[in-house]
């Protein structure tokens, strides 16, 4: 059994002691993990080098690191397999609330790591994120640390500008960079921190900064963050790897999953549970008192304040004006689809532009059951192409997404799309509005579906705002199944719900549905939905009793 030192034990004890009361679920499914990786690995901590990273805290505006903090130098920045003497968890995740000490923590492990105290030459910090202000913040942090009154000593051992700092010991740099990954490809990090990683869409940067790891003794990487409102992202990816390692699903290989979050939205009523979000909490009365106030508000205007529970206490939860529904209820989806074949099911039709992104799907019910089929189309030429940071190359690798590499997407691929679905399933109707139709009438008449042949409707705003009652009760209910089907999930999670007539100062009671951002996220593939879901009705109930149909000689 290795020796467990007082940083860690400390932290540990106070876990174990206080429980579900203070702690999160899965901070207690760490403390249990720790406890069995030293009792059962060939592991140590280099305690003298951790006294030393400590020491260097009388460099900071604070008298001592918070408790977890300590727990984490000691875990991520000076664990050991006695073997190799490679670091125990080199990947470190952290979800922690807004107000914890995130930045300042990196900008203190960032000086640890890059002092001679790590001893390794040339051993650079690399500091990423969506934007400036994120990247630069921690730099910021240390170069504010350095100029304090009594630290000119520190001169002696680094070097800095408003920009980077450098050990003048070990040469080792540390820089803020943002989320262009172009002209990364020659860094030599020996530590890349990505910052507030529930921006990151997809995995473009993380992997520029990543395959330069390795060039260097001890390659780290962290994730540090609060929790955001892009999902299906890396945050998301990250939690569920962090979830099947504290549930014992796989090994961590190295991944130290420190998540802080309320164990459910029941728990923010309590102020005593805020804690489970952020640790620091208890340290910070100035700062309780503010998150307070901050409830008081939020309990008052929820809508005004959407920011409240994902960034305070760690559950995602947006603007009830804004989502299409909760986040939950997307995830929710993801379950098997049936075996459909035979079916009878709907089909809708959207798309702003053919040269950027269209969708069909195909909608089927079972009582109050709904499944969906779901195909994108995406033109390569789409001057909104670059502005899209979801991966779209590995949905068209995964089959969910076709990319037409001509100027436009044909209306023949979309019909061709429907005419083979059609020898599949029964296709009773399909729905799209008038702009649509117009482009691809001549195609649709050619399988069989006209406006004169009845099966197809002509959708209006008001034919949605009926459907999004209905829509709206699916997803609340969890009746919605459509497959692991990530386009659909990230374009409803791209959509918001208005109200009618809002803007002339009248409220219907209706609602209709918009694009959170105009360019970059899409939502045609939920807009699909939308519109099978308008010609619903012809389903009647539903099931796999299939009305009798030809078969359509072409």
Request: overall charge negative; hydrophobic content about 35%; some cysteine.
């Amino acid at each position: 059994m290795a020796t467990i030192c007082k940083e860690i034990s400390t932290y540990l004890r106070a876990v174990e002691k206080k429980g579900k009361g203070a702690y999160c679920a899965e901070q207690i499914k760490l403390a249990a993990h720790i406890r069995k990786c030293f009792a059962e690995e060939d592991i140590y901590t280099d305690v003298e080098q951790l006294r030393k990273y400590l020491g260097l805290v009388k460099y900071f505006p604070y008298d001592r690191l918070f408790p977890w903090q300590e727990f984490l130098t000691a875990l991520h920045a000076c664990t050991y397999w006695k073997d190799t003497g490679l670091p125990r968890w080199p990947d470190l995740f952290t979800l922690v609330g807004r107000g914890a000490g995130k930045d300042g923590f990196i900008a203190y492990i960032s000086m640890c790591l890059m002092s001679q105290l790590n001893g390794i030459h040339e051993y650079d910090v690399d500091i990423c994120a969506n934007n400036e202000e994120q990247a630069v913040r921690p730099v910021e942090d240390l170069v504010m640390a350095l100029e304090e009154p009594g630290n000119e000593n520190l001169k002696k051992s680094f070097y800095w500008t408003k920009e980077r700092v450098k050990s003048t010991k070990t040469h080792s740099q540390l820089r803020g960079r943002t989320n262009n990954p172009k002209g990364k490809d020659g860094l030599r990090s020996g530590y890349v921190v990505f910052n507030e990683v529930h921006q990151y869409e997809n995995y473009a940067n993380i992997n520029v900064f990543t395959t330069g790891l390795g060039k260097k003794k001890h390659p780290r990487r962290a994730y540090l963050t609060t929790q955001g409102h892009v999902r299906d992202g890396v945050i998301d990816d990250l939690i569920e790897k962090s979830e099947r390692i504290l549930n014992g699903e796989e090994p961590d290989d190295g991944f130290l999953p420190f998540i802080c979050k309320l164990d459910s939205k029941d728990d923010v009523h309590d102020s005593k549970h805020w804690q489970k979000a952020n640790p620091s909490l208890p340290y910070m009365p100035v700062l309780f008192a503010e998150i307070k106030k901050e409830y008081a508000e939020w309990k008052k205007h929820p809508a005004l304040l959407p920011a409240f529970m994902t960034k305070r206490m760690n559950i995602p939860d947006g603007n009830p004006e804004m989502q299409v529904t909760e986040w939950d209820n997307i995830a929710a989806t993801n379950r098997p689809l049936p075996d459909l074949d035979g079916w009878t099911c709907v089909v809708g039709v959207d798309y702003a532009m053919l040269n950027d992104f269209a969708s069909v799907n195909l909608h089927f019910r079972d009582g109050d059951k709904r499944y969906d089929i779901n195909h994108s189309w995406l033109c390569a030429a789409s001057k909104d192409l670059p502005r899209v940071k979801a991966p779209w190359q590995q949905w068209a690798h995964d089959g969910f997404l076709t990319v037409v590499y001509e100027p436009q997407i044909s209306p023949e691929l979309i019909v061709a799309y429907i005419e083979g679905m059609g020898r599949i399933y029964n296709i009773e109707g399909i729905a799209l509005d008038n702009f649509r139709y117009a482009l691809l009438s001549p195609s649709l008449e050619a399988i069989g579906f006209a406006k004169k042949f009845d099966n197809v409707k002509l959708t209006r705003p008001s034919d949605i705002m009926i459907a999004a009652p209905v829509i709206d009760s699916c997803f609340l209910s969890q009746n919605f199944t459509w497959g692991d089907n990530p386009v659909l999930r990230w374009a409803t999670n791209n959509t918001k719900l208005l109200r009618s007539s809002r803007s002339v100062g009248s409220d219907t009671g209706n609602f209709y549905y918009g694009k959170i951002e105009g360019r970059s996220r899409k939502t045609d593939p939920f807009m699909a939905l939308v519109a099978s879901m308008t010609i619903e009705t012809d389903l009647g109930l539903g099931g796999e009793q299939t009305s009798d149909f030809e078969v359509w000689e072409m």
